[in-house]
C-alpha cells in the first residue's frame, strides 16, 4: 500500500513517528498511528498525539493524489490534516505547510562535520550537524533517524549545497530520501524551489 510516493506506508509512518519532535501544526509527538482506509487517490491514516491538552488529540491525516472532494473528512471528528501534490482554497484550511523530498540519487557535495556551531541551538544526540566550514555559510541539523533536515540556516545562495551535504550523508547512511518539513512558521522563510525537490506536497490543516 503506497499512500505518498516515493514512500511506501511503512517507509512514512516510521519518517512520521520521528517528525513529531518538531511540533508542527501537523506532526505532533505521538503516541500511536494506524491506516485508517483506503481512497481511490490515496489513503486516510488516524494517529494519536501527545499534546499539552487533558487528553490526546484526535488526528485524521488524509493523503490525497488529487483533491476533488473532500467532504468525507466533514463526519471525522478530530483534527483534519491534508498532503497533497495539490493546492486548495484557502477558505478550506487555517494553517500551511509543506513536505519537500530530495533522492539520494542526485549529485552530493559533503559538508563538513561539527559538534555544535557558535550562535546556534545546542542539537540533540539525534542530529548530524553539517556545514560549509569556517565560513559557516550554512548550517544543517539532519534528523539520524529520519533523515529530515529539522533545522537550516543558509543564505539563498548556499541553499543547495546545503541540501546537497545532507544528501551525502544520508547517502552514507543507507538512507533513500532527505526530507524538509515546514509550517507557517518552521522553516517557511526559506525559498527551497531554489533547489527543485523530486517531489513536493502541499500540507494543510483543515477547517471542515
Partial sequence: MTCIPPFTLEGFLAWYKQLGRLKLFWAKPLVEIFPLYRVVDGC?????????????????????????????????RGVKILITPNSVDAGLYNHRGALYIYTTSRPCAMGVYADRVE??????????VLTSGRDVKYVVYLNRWNFNIDYLWSTPEYLGEAIESAICETQRHGGEFVTVATDDNHLSQLDLSRYRPDYLYNVYKLTL
Fill in 44 to 76: 486516510v491514516l488516524k494517529a494519536r498525539w501527545s499534546s499539552e491538552k487533558p487528553r490526546l488529540e484526535e488526528v485524521f491525516i488524509a493523503i490525497l493524489k488529487q483533491v476533488k472532494k473532500l467532504d468525507f473528512l466533514t463526519p471525522l
Fill in 119 to 128: 550562535g546556534h541551538p545546542q542539537p540533540i544526540p539525534d542530529h548530524a
